[in-house]
């Protein structure tokens, strides 16, 4: 802005000169032109400092934890990108797989319907009503399992009374066009009318455009469901009652933190800090300023501070818990004096890029103690994380900058999440699907993709600061092995399954309904990249 107005008042030339920074060193100059000594010519202490004292400054408006940026930017504000608007296409009819030749005509099919629609594809909307009825399959199998329910005649002609009476409670968490809703209880109400009797669904969306659309596709379930326009971590309800917590892409859009490790090997947490250029009042720069429409610039930048957030920390004990590791140190700002302390940090910092590591989670867990008992084994472990500290200093000496290695997007939204809904909802099972590898995604580890899709045109940022916050999708990788973790430390040692799409829909699915001509069948071969979160065993 203020370049722009240097310009129009004839000060400057036209040329490539980058702002902020050239703006700066623009108006220095400028100012310091006014007190250079007029008798001499030549600018004087006095008057450099006098120019400094009057040049713009960068102001910090907010600083915000990088989690909070996510949620204002995706459904917190009133112009978020969820709140107002429905990104996902409400097909009017399933698509004719059967008829298809093939791969290419089922692509083909695809781009002819999303075209010229704002928003993205998902499974459950693409394989209507076959992805939906597939859960409800599953849905039904684990209440039979677990004696909730019942279609054997006993000598009296009723079934167990558990069985008969028991409320069944379904809440889906950010359930779209309520696709998935209408297929389970269409499926249920067709064959299996007597829990169709018991259940109650529960739907709680925080976007407006999404709960019109629930509403209608669900009207004809009358008031069995309920629709709630809402955060899931504003929903208040709890119950006693069995049943399911039902999340399909959800967990991509939940807020996460990001992590990094400096230098020396010490884990920090990022903010988002939001500055504007202050421009001086001096009537010089003033007037140069005058001619441009926007007077004051913001930009957006991230800022690491040692670990201080309450979750983050509860999360990296939680963690470190599950693999034996000590916590002590997380959240001490001594820490980060010591140059020393950065064995049990950069442990740490391994386990949460691999959690799947399951001979060093026995390990740490003493599990497996032949594995403790080997000294070499002890120290290949220290001599490599120590190589780890080395290489890192060394990056940063050589680089300045940060290794794609050294961050780490941290799924405390979805740790909070699953803590929130277990303890209002004890009895309830979780069924979540997500993508676990997203292409095109910042660097880092379970770094996000920010994208825009309006029509057959989708539009791809480098990071979630380079567009309006609100105006864009940003959604992560979900990785089930820490998911897992999660579940597993929040409910006392119970273990939940993750398991390929494609493994639980060949269970469940009729998918010889979305079998093409040639054989081809996207229910099973297409979104290779996603996995079903089953805290019931699917078997």
Same mark, same amino acid.
């Not at 009057?54 to 112009?79: C, G, H, N």
């Not at 099919?109 to 939906?132: N, R, S, W």
């Not at 167990?160 to 950010?174: C, D, H, K, N, R």
């Not at 379970?446 to 480098?462: C, D, H, I, M």
């Given at each position: 802005g203020?370049?722009?107005?240097?310009i129009?008042a004839?000060?400057?030339?036209?040329?490539?000169?980058?702002?902020?920074?050239?703006?700066?060193?623009?108006?220095?100059?400028?100012l310091?032109?006014?007190? &250079?000594s007029?008798?001499?010519?030549k600018?004087?202490?006095?008057g450099?400092?006098?120019?400094?004292?009057a040049? $713009?400054k960068w102001e #910090?408006?907010?600083s915000t934890?990088?989690?909070?940026f +996510?949620?204002e930017?995706?459904?917190?504000r009133t112009?978020s990108y969820? #709140?107002?608007?429905? $990104?996902?296409?409400?097909?009017e009819a399933?698509?004719p797989?059967r008829?298809? @030749?093939?791969?290419?005509?089922y692509?083909?099919?695809?781009?002819q319907? =999303?075209k010229?629609?704002?928003?993205?594809?998902?499974?459950?909307e693409?394989?209507?009503?076959?992805y939906a009825?597939?859960?409800?399959r599953?849905i039904?199998?684990v209440?039979?399992?677990k004696?909730?329910?019942?279609?054997?005649?006993?000598?009296?002609?009723?079934i167990?009374?558990e069985?008969?009476? #028991?409320?069944?409670?379904l809440l889906?968490?950010g359930a779209?066009?309520?696709t998935?809703?209408?297929?389970i209880?269409?499926f249920?109400?067709e064959?299996?009318?007597?829990?169709?009797d018991?259940?109650?669904?529960?739907i709680?969306?925080?976007?407006?455009a999404?709960?019109q659309?629930?509403k209608?596709?669900l009207?004809?379930h009358?008031?069995?469901?309920?629709?709630l326009?809402?955060s899931?971590?504003?929903y208040?309800?709890?119950?006693?009652? $069995?049943? =399911?917590?039902?999340?399909l892409?959800?967990l991509d859009n939940? !807020?996460?933190?990001?992590l990094?490790v400096d230098?020396?090997g010490?884990?920090r947490? &990022?903010?988002?800090e939001?500055k504007r250029?202050v421009l001086p009042?001096?009537?010089?720069t003033?007037?140069?300023?005058?001619n441009?429409?926007?007077?004051?610039?913001?930009?957006?930048?991230e800022?690491?501070? %040692?670990l201080?957030?309450a979750?983050i920390?509860?999360?990296?004990?939680?963690y470190?818990k599950?693999?034996?590791?000590t916590?002590?140190?997380i959240?001490d700002a001594?820490?980060?004096?010591?140059?020393?302390?950065?064995?049990?940090?950069l442990? *740490? @910092?391994?386990y949460?890029?691999?959690p799947?590591?399951?001979?060093?989670?026995? /390990?740490?867990l003493?599990?497996?103690?032949?594995l403790?008992g080997?000294a070499?084994n002890?120290?290949?472990t220290?001599?490599?994380?120590k190589a780890?500290? #080395?290489?890192?200093?060394a =990056?940063?000496?050589?680089t300045?900058?940060v290794?794609?290695?050294?961050?780490?997007?941290?799924?405390?939204?979805?740790?909070? =999440?699953?803590k929130?809904?277990?303890?209002?909802? !004890?009895?309830?099972?979780?069924? *979540?699907?997500?993508f676990?590898y997203?292409?095109g995604?910042m660097?880092?580890?379970?770094a996000p993709?920010?994208?825009r899709?309006e029509?057959?045109v989708?539009? /791809?940022y480098?990071?979630?600061?380079?567009t309006? %916050?609100?105006?864009?999708?940003?959604?992560?990788?979900?990785?089930?092995d820490?998911?897992?973790?999660?579940?597993?430390?929040?409910s006392?040692g119970k +273990?939940?399954?993750?398991?390929r799409s494609?493994?639980f829909?060949k269970?469940f699915?009729d998918?010889k309904q &979305?079998?093409?001509?040639?054989?081809y069948? !996207?229910?099973?071969?297409?979104?290779?990249?996603?996995?079903?979160?089953?805290?019931?065993?699917y078997?």
């Amino acid at each position: 802005g203020i370049i722009y107005g240097m310009i129009r008042a004839g000060q400057i030339a036209l040329g490539s000169i980058p702002a902020p920074r050239a703006a700066r060193i623009e108006c220095e100059r400028l100012l310091r032109r006014k007190y &250079t000594s007029t008798a001499s010519g030549k600018t004087t202490p006095a008057g450099v400092r006098a120019a400094k004292a009057a040049a $713009p400054k960068w102001e #910090t408006v907010r600083s915000t934890l990088l989690r909070d940026f +996510i949620a204002e930017s995706l459904y917190a504000r009133t112009e978020s990108y969820f #709140t107002e608007s429905a $990104p996902v296409h409400d097909l009017e009819a399933p698509l004719p797989f059967r008829s298809m @030749w093939g791969f290419w005509a089922y692509r083909n099919h695809l781009y002819q319907v =999303f075209k010229d629609v704002d928003g993205f594809m998902t499974p459950v909307e693409i394989f209507k009503p076959y992805y939906a009825h597939a859960i409800a399959r599953y849905i039904v199998a684990v209440l039979k399992r677990k004696g909730l329910y019942s279609e054997t005649v006993v000598s009296d002609g009723e079934i167990p009374q558990e069985a008969a009476t #028991t409320p069944i409670s379904l809440l889906e968490v950010g359930a779209g066009n309520g696709t998935c809703a209408a297929g389970i209880l269409n499926f249920i109400q067709e064959n299996h009318p007597k829990l169709y009797d018991r259940i109650r669904y529960t739907i709680v969306d925080v976007s407006k455009a999404f709960v019109q659309r629930q509403k209608r596709n669900l009207a004809s379930h009358g008031d069995k469901v309920k629709i709630l326009n809402q955060s899931i971590y504003d929903y208040s309800e709890s119950d006693q009652y $069995p049943g =399911f917590v039902i999340g399909l892409e959800i967990l991509d859009n939940l !807020p996460h933190d990001k992590l990094i490790v400096d230098t020396i090997g010490h884990i920090r947490e &990022t903010f988002v800090e939001e500055k504007r250029l202050v421009l001086p009042s001096d009537a010089a720069t003033t007037a140069a300023a005058s001619n441009t429409n926007q007077q004051q610039q913001h930009v957006l930048s991230e800022k690491n501070l %040692p670990l201080h957030d309450a979750v983050i920390i509860e999360y990296l004990k939680l963690y470190s818990k599950h693999f034996g590791l000590t916590s002590d140190w997380i959240g001490d700002a001594s820490v980060y004096d010591d140059k020393n302390k950065t064995l049990p940090p950069l442990t *740490l @910092w391994h386990y949460l890029r691999h959690p799947n590591t399951e001979n060093l989670r026995k /390990a740490a867990l003493k599990e497996n103690p032949s594995l403790l008992g080997s000294a070499n084994n002890f120290i290949q472990t220290y001599l490599t994380l120590k190589a780890l500290k #080395t290489a890192l200093s060394a =990056f940063g000496a050589a680089t300045g900058g940060v290794s794609p290695h050294r961050i780490l997007h941290l799924p405390t939204g979805s740790f909070s =999440f699953l803590k929130r809904l277990m303890a209002q909802h !004890p009895k309830k099972d979780f069924i *979540l699907s997500d993508f676990d590898y997203i292409p095109g995604a910042m660097p880092g580890i379970n770094a996000p993709l920010v994208q825009r899709s309006e029509g057959n045109v989708t539009t /791809a940022y480098k990071s979630y600061l380079d567009t309006e %916050p609100g105006h864009c999708d940003i959604f992560y990788p979900t990785n089930f092995d820490s998911l897992r973790i999660m579940y597993y430390e929040l409910s006392g040692g119970k +273990i939940a399954d993750a398991v390929r799409s494609k493994t639980f829909l060949k269970e469940f699915a009729d998918y010889k309904q &979305t079998r093409t001509r040639t054989g081809y069948n !996207p229910i099973l071969q297409d979104f290779i990249n996603t996995k079903f979160f089953l805290s019931a065993p699917y078997k």
